[in-house]
């Protein structure tokens, strides 16, 4: 098994409301894309969750995050994992992205939304200790992942656990 890596963030500097995931899964990692493997539901949540009023290309779906100030990025920087499952991650080989700097490029950030166990799980390892984001006054919320390897929420059930997202955007 070798190394993977995750991608840059999309994040505008306005952004208020962070997404974190894991690690992209194989589609993802093989298309470049977050959240390309046809059976995940983040893209269906997103567009339902700001009116998107026809099915959009990767570069409109990274706008609708944009346009709506939110920032999408994963936990993971790098891991060796065999496959897509976050169960397969070698622990010993995570390596998490750069937190603090994040922060510091988008102070606007008041809530960071989990797309699942994982990510809420790692982000307490690896990021919360850091001096930096202890002192950070966020909101932090996990959310059902929109994994099709989730499969004990149907998707309309996943839209509505999500809508915080929407809520929260709105709040600021």
């Given at each position: 098994?070798s190394?993977?890596?995750?991608?840059?963030a999309?994040a505008?500097?306005?952004?208020?409301?962070?997404?974190?995931?894991?690690?992209?899964?194989?589609?993802?990692?093989?298309?470049?894309q977050?959240y390309?493997?046809?059976?995940?539901s983040?893209?269906?949540i997103?567009?339902q969750?700001f009116?998107?009023?026809?099915?959009l290309?990767?570069?409109?779906?990274?706008?609708l995050?944009?346009?709506?100030k939110?920032?999408l990025?994963?936990?993971l920087?790098a891991?060796?994992?065999?496959?897509?499952?976050?169960?397969a991650?070698k622990?010993?080989?995570?390596v998490?992205?750069?937190?603090?700097?994040?922060?510091r490029?988008?102070?606007?950030?008041?809530?960071?939304?989990f797309n699942g166990?994982?990510a809420?799980k790692?982000?307490?390892?690896?990021?919360?200790s850091?001096?930096?984001?202890?002192?950070?006054?966020?909101?932090?919320?996990?959310l059902?992942s929109?994994?099709?390897a989730?499969?004990?929420m149907?998707?309309?059930?996943?839209?509505l656990?999500w809508?915080?997202?929407?809520?929260k955007?709105?709040?600021?």
């Amino acid at each position: 098994m070798s190394t993977i890596h995750s991608f840059p963030a999309i994040a505008a500097h306005d952004a208020r409301v962070l997404v974190l995931g894991s690690m992209p899964g194989e589609v993802s990692l093989a298309k470049q894309q977050y959240y390309a493997h046809p059976r995940n539901s983040f893209w269906f949540i997103i567009e339902q969750l700001f009116n998107a009023s026809r099915p959009l290309d990767y570069a409109q779906k990274k706008q609708l995050l944009v346009d709506n100030k939110i920032a999408l990025w994963d936990v993971l920087k790098a891991c060796v994992r065999a496959g897509s499952l976050d169960a397969a991650i070698k622990n010993d080989s995570i390596v998490a992205n750069e937190f603090e700097a994040f922060f510091r490029r988008h102070a606007d950030i008041k809530a960071v939304f989990f797309n699942g166990a994982k990510a809420e799980k790692e982000f307490s390892k690896h990021v919360m200790s850091l001096q930096g984001i202890q002192s950070l006054d966020l909101e932090y919320h996990r959310l059902p992942s929109t994994s099709p390897a989730h499969a004990a929420m149907s998707r309309d059930q996943k839209l509505l656990a999500w809508r915080v997202v929407a809520d929260k955007v709105h709040d600021f």
